[in-house]
Structure formats: C-alpha cells, structure tokens
C-alpha cells in the first residue's frame, strides 16, 4: 500500500515507520506501541514477564483493516495493550513461517484460520489464546477484544498457572499434529494410478453441479484442482472431468469474481454464484488462474479463453509490474475510500452517462446484468448475464456488432474507472509468487505466441537471479524499496526454480537450467528432512528457531513447496539424469499419496505431480537447422505448444544456442550433432519416452503423429 494510504491521525508515528512492509507500515501511526517480530520485542517480554500479542495480517486483508480502525486506532484499547502487553505485528506474506506455525494453532484450537491472526503468547512465544478478528466490543456471539484484552491481562498476573497449562496444552497438540502433518508417522503406500482415480472421483462429487467450483460459499477458484481434473480428463478419457473444468470455467470468467473491466480475479467469491467477490486481488491467483486458462484452451482450443487469459496479463502488466518492469507487485486493496469493492461497483446511471449512445448502453446493461436497483448494495457488480447470440437475436444486430459494441463500452468505462480512487497496492515482491506469474507467462505465451509475454517473464526471472538469488543457490523472500531481505522459505525455491525450468522449455539458454539446478542442491542440502526422508521443511535448517519446524503438504490457495518440489525434481531428473532427484520425488509421493487419496481438495498439485509420475514423461525435443528460410522449426513449436500434452517435457533449440553447455546434459545427448555436420543443417523433432527415442522427425506432419495421441484438443 503506498504512504498516503496510510491513516496518520495527526499522531507520532510508532516504530513500524522503520519497516518496508506494506501492511506494518499501514499501522505505523497506530497509538499502538508496535514492536515487528524480532529479539527486541521478544527479549522485553522476556525481562518484562509480559505476555506477547501478536497480531499477523496482510496489506489487502479487508477484515484486517476492520479490526485495525475499530481496534488498533482507538486510544483506549491502545492504552491497554501498550500498558499489559508487548505487541507484535507481523506481516503473514513476509513471515510466512510465523503465519504458519501459529495458523495451525489456530486450526487446532477452532477448527479454521485466517487473517487477521490474534494470537496471545507467553514471553517464550508459546500460544494460551488465540483467535482472528475480534471486534471491539462484544457482538453477535463474538467475543469483544477489549474485554479478552483486560481478561487475559489479568490471568497472567494472577493466575499464569492457568496460562501455562493452556500454553502446554496447545504445545502437546501442536507437536501431535506436527508428527502427523509431517510424515513422521506416514501410511507409505506406491504412487499408482488407483489414487488418482479415487481423488478425481471425490473432487467430482464435491463439486458444485449448479454453478461449478468447489463447495457453498464463500467459494475460491481452486485452479490446481481443476488443472487435475483436466489431467485425469487425460488420463481416463471421462469427458465428464474435462466438462466440469470447462463449465466452471465459464462460470468464473462470467461471475462478478472476474473484473470484466480491468482483467484479472478476486481472491474468491462471498456467495455461491461467483457474483460478490472479495475485492482484494492478489498476484498468486492470477498467477495460476492464467495458467488454467492457458490449458482450457489446449484442451478446446475455443477463443473465449485466449481472452480472459490476455486480459488479466494486461491486468498484471499494467497494474501489478514494477516501473522499470523487473518485477511484479504482491496484490491490490479491497477498499478504496475506506469501503470494501468502492472502485468496482457502477450505478446505471453512472454507466448511461458515461456511455456515448444510449441505446448501445442499455445493451451493454443488458449484457452485464445491470439495473436500477442493482446487484450489491443498490449498486451493480458486472457479470455477463447474456451471451452475444441472445443479444443479437433480441436488437436484431449482428453478433459481431454486439461484441464491438460491449468491447468498446468497456474501454469507456476503464478509463472512466481509472479516474476513482484507486484501491492501494502492496508493492513489495515476492520469490515465489513472482515465480508463479513467471510460469504463467510462459504457459500464455506458448498458446499465444505473444513475444510480449516471454520477455516478461525473462525480465522477471533475470531480476530475481541478480537481485534475490546468491551465487551458492540461496534465495531471499522480499523485495522492496531496493533491498531484498528474509532468507527465502521452501516455496520460493520450489516456485522459482519450477519457472526456471518452464523458461528453459521454451528457451534453452543453459544458465536457466544450470540455476534451477544449483537452487534445486541448495533446497536439498538445507530443506530435506534427512531423518525422516519424505519431504522437506518450509525453512531451511539455519532458519531462526520457532516453537516447531513445520512441513507443508497442503495445496490452498497456492501450491505446497512440496508439491512443486515432486515435480521440479522429477522434471530435473529427465534433464540431468540425477538418481537422487527422482529418489526424493518418489519419497515424496509415496509419504502423501494415502492423504491426497483420502482429502484430494487439499493435494490439488500434489496429483498434478502424480499424474505426471503416473503417466511418466515424454520428452519433446525440437532442434532448428540453419537452413534459411525453413519455418519447419516455428510450425513445430506452434503443433506443441498448443497442444495439450500435460507430461510432457520440452526443449526448444536454437541454432545460436550454446550447444557446448547444453550437451554436458543427458537429456541432449544424441540429438545435438556436432556443428559443421550435414544433418544440423536441418531442423528436426525427437520424440523420447522410457528412454526410447523416436528417429528424427524433419517434418511437421511426422511429429504430429506423435503429438496427436497425447493432446486431447479438440475431442
């Protein structure tokens, strides 16, 4: 969020005015006497035996701006808190360690989680009490926080008794719970195909028939879910899995989660029908959202998602990329003018006067559903409501005609929008979420040959490289305001070197490889349990010490480093013939394969990964001649790319590549004659699977032979 969105209620700031954080900065004129996480505050709890609130949120949580104006602005709730305990804030995308121990606290204690995080601790950071948002005063059930506040004062000083046993109490669950999460305890069973066969089938019978996604609201786009579905669509030939994808595909991109204006997604819908969306749009759901799209349109090959994907890369380029465009920016506000959704909603009136010809604008309300009364407050969230076809039958225009028209509506009423006030934006970067748009980058340029994209994402990956990365294969977590800081967790290595390898498909420059290999031996050597040997640790093994040392198998809103791990390791692993990557994989798949099995809505990626296991890879390598004039090479790329071939692994190879690098890998070995020989003056395809390898391919036409039995577009 930037500086002026910060509320100075003419006070001194405290010492968060220090911090780059967006959301510690957002509460740097609180009367709160804010410590960030760090020895200081830890260390005065300790000489003072004062207990520890620790409050952890993020900069376009709504709720945590709620609870700041009712609770963290009031002078007296601020007076209680500075005189009972040491405060600590904590920004939950900059300490996603921290976030994540005491979020499972908080799962423990009450069954979910979220933000903002409220936990009480005694001065060793073991939790007594932990909550999310309280209100100020009591409500509705709800425990008001001044009251909690004055309460737990008082049991510390009168009865620590009582918040030592709740503290041990939680320790002895968390620690339980811990050895189960982690796989100290895991049901070993093979990865196999049976798994993936239960998990689509359970994903199926959760989901929502009436209006597609996952459950009743509030519902979340759930992307690496529906990218299994979409694989086991591959796998089993079910059409039903793919038309499930398809439907809640169209129901997303129509719903008012979709910023039918701007491009881009919400973070997730309050209600059933994907209308109301929590404003707040974050940069990992775009992320992947974009590379669901990408591959709905592999699998139909149908135009309307070329569409939505390009619009939420505008969206991303326009709104969410550093200046100087080397790298992406973390998410935008829900409020704007202190209300939640303020810069999205429209009056039709608004839309009438703002609209050249009346009569293509009641077409236009027609379309997007708005009304007099409105959808949202007595105003209208833009949801397409009527497709074109209707339109054109109903005003008697061509369907064409409808489109222009719609499309030329929406360029007036961004530029208008564009005039509002607009929401704040957490402007920091971060590893793996960067990573994750530099996936998606790529995946949307394969499909639509827009060079644009390709070199957003070399940008970015060159950027992380030389100003976020070491050269021992380290990485740090955030950037801002020049500086990187905070030693990077498992999910910006996992995320990162995925992006790399994905860059290295479509682009094999060597030092991509090469740097997904050095960060892959770093995250070996310092996140792998080498006790248990099933996976690895979300901070490295010389981390700062918390109360436990957490793993990660869930995929939420983003995927588990583990996840990704599985399958950067066993994508390295066609690469670079490395026994250990494909053991580590294995070890990993055979430690989740029971939990996926049982609760595949939490291993979404984790089956992505297991799909590709499961299936094993083919490789698809692509050599360009130097012949002039041949276009076999691009119409080669072009039958790949948008094909749907989701085990597959590729390599594009220029004629101006380093071939010297790249034939130190196995992978190449065998497909890059010796310069100066008669064959590499030609273009030619290899196709290899189980270690056997098709005879070059110097045709289009031969190489789609191969293709076709692993791309299901068009079915």
Known sequence: MD?????????????????????????????????????????????????IFLSIGYSSCHWCHVM????????????????????????????????DVYQRVCQLA????????????????????????????????????????????????????????????????????????????????????????????SLLHFGDSTYGGFGQAPKFPNPSNLMFMLRYYDLSKISKFRDFVLFTADKMASGGIHDHLGGGFARYSTDQKWLVPHFEKMLYDNALLIQLFSEIYQVTRDEKYIEVLNKSIRYVLREMTAEDGGFFYSAEDADSEGEEGKYYLWTKREILEILD??????????????????????????????????????FDKPVQVINDLIRRSEVQLLEARKRRVHPGKDDKAITSWNSLMISALVKAYRVTSEETYLKAAVK????????????????????????????????????????????????????????????????????????GNDGFFFTSDDHEALIIRTKNYYDLAIPSGNSVAAMNLMRL???????????????????????????????????????????????????????????????????????????????????????????LLPFFKGKLEPRGSQSNSSTRAYVCKDFVCSPPMHTSRELENYVQPNSLAGD
């Not at 209680?80 to 600590?88: A, K, L, P, S």
């Not at 490789?619 to 790329?637: A, C, H, N, P, Q």
């Open 3 to 51: 500086d002026n969105h910060i509320k100075k209620h003419n006070r001194n700031a405290n010492r968060l005015i220090n911090e780059t954080s967006p959301y510690l900065l957002q509460h740097a004129y609180n009367p709160v006497d804010w410590y960030s996480w760090g020895e200081k505050a830890l260390e005065k709890a300790k000489v003072e035996d004062k207990p």
């Open 68 to 99: 700041a104006h009712e609770s963290f602005e009031d002078e007296e709730i601020a007076k209680i808190m500075n005189e009972n305990f040491v405060n600590i804030k904590v920004d939950r995308e900059e300490r996603a360690d921290i976030d």
């Open 110 to 201: 009450a069954g979910t989680g979220g933000w903002p995080l409220s936990v009480f601790l005694t001065p060793d950071k073991k939790p007594f009490y932990i909550g999310t948002y309280f209100p100020k005063n009591s409500r509705y059930g709800m425990p008001g926080f001044m009251s909690i506040l004055k309460q737990l004062a008082d049991t510390y000083v009168n009865n620590k008794k009582e918040v030592l046993s709740a503290s041990s109490e939680f320790m002895n669950a968390l620690s339980g719970a811990a050895d189960d999460i982690s796989g100290s305890r895991p049901l070993q069973v093979e990865p196999e195909r049976s798994i993936l066969d239960e998990a689509a089938v």
């Open 357 to 394: 010809d009346k009569a293509d604008a009641e077409i236009f309300c027609l379309y997007y559903g708005v009304t007099e009364g409105g959808n949202f407050e007595g105003k209208n969230i833009l949801n397409s409501q009527n497709n074109q076809l209707f339109l054109s039958q109903k």
């Open 460 to 531: 970015a990956a060159d950027f992380i490289e030389s100003r976020m990365a070491s050269p021992d294969g380290r990485l740090r977590r955030v950037f801002k305001n020049g500086q990187a800081k905070l030693n990077g967790y498992l999910d910006d290595y996992a995320f990162y070197v995925n992006s790399l390898i994905d860059l290295f498909e479509v682009l094999p420059i060597p030092r991509y490889i090469n740097s997904a290999i050095r960060h892959s031996d770093f995250m070996i050597d310092h996140f792998w349990d080498k006790q």
């Open 573 to 663: 692993y066609h690469f670079a013939q490395n026994n250990d990557y494909l053991k580590k994989s294995e070890d990993i798949f055979r430690s989740i394969s029971s939990s996926a099995r049982d609760n595949p809505f939490g291993f979404g990626h984790f089956l992505i990964s297991l799909y590709m296991y499961v299936k094993r890879p083919t490789e698809f390598t692509v050599v360009r001649g130097k012949e002039l004039g041949d276009d076999t090479f691009s119409r080669m790329l072009t039958l790949l790319n948008k094909a749907y071939i989701p085990n597959g692994i590729f390599a594009y190879v220029r004629s101006n590549t380093d071939f010297g690098q790249l034939e």
